[in-house]
């Protein structure tokens, strides 16, 4: 089941930079700062009360993201919702016709995720995501 908006991500063309934006703009430093080497970024999270804000810096010329950036340039990449159970809504939401980019769920840093095609969905990228119980 869905649960609630867990970050929207921004991809940015310089991550020092903008954290400064972010920092000056929500009055918190980053709770992380990382690179994900098999999501071919960079990143740093902003916790807020109603959710996060990730910004996303592409570390590699041939990632998605990357190639976002170039055609677009910096802004809004993708909404993350929170699930209690990714296995299960991605199974639903693929029968109904959702297009994943992987074939199934994948365990990253932050929990197990997978990704909706933004094509199957209005032209925005979608992340389902639920976190790793501690
Ligand atoms: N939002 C909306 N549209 C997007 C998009 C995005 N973030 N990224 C690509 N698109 C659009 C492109 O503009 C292009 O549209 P047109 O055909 O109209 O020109 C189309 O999608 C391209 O799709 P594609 O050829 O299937 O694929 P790409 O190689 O460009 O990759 C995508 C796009 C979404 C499949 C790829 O970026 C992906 O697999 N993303 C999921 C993983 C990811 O984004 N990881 C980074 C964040 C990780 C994190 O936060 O942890």
């Known amino acids: 089941m869905i649960k ?4 929207i991500a921004i991809v940015v063309s310089d991550l020092e930079a903008a954290m400064k934006t972010y920092e000056t703009l929500l009055g918190v430093k980053p709770e992380r700062v990382a690179e994900v080497p098999e999501q071919e970024i960079k990143m740093a999270c902003f916790a ?7 910004l996303l810096e592409p570390t590699t010329p041939d990632s998605g993201v990357n190639k976002y950036l170039q055609k677009r ?3 809004i990449h993708h909404v993350c919702f929170e699930s209690d159970d990714v296995d299960a809504d991605a199974r ?9 980019t992987t074939p199934s769920p994948q365990d990253g840093p932050e929990g197990r995720i997978i990704f909706l095609h933004p094509k199957s969905t209005h032209g925005v990228l979608i992340e389902l995501l639920q976190e790793i119980d501690e």
Do not use: A
């Not at 807020?48 to 990730?54: K, N, S, V």
């Not at 639903?92 to 994943?100: A, C, D, N, R, S």
């Open 4 to 7: 609630g908006i867990h970050h």
């Open 73 to 75: 340039g910096e802004g």
């Open 92 to 100: 639903e939401l693929i029968e109904k016709g959702f297009v994943p």
């Open 48 to 54: 807020l009360p109603g959710g996060r804000i990730e």
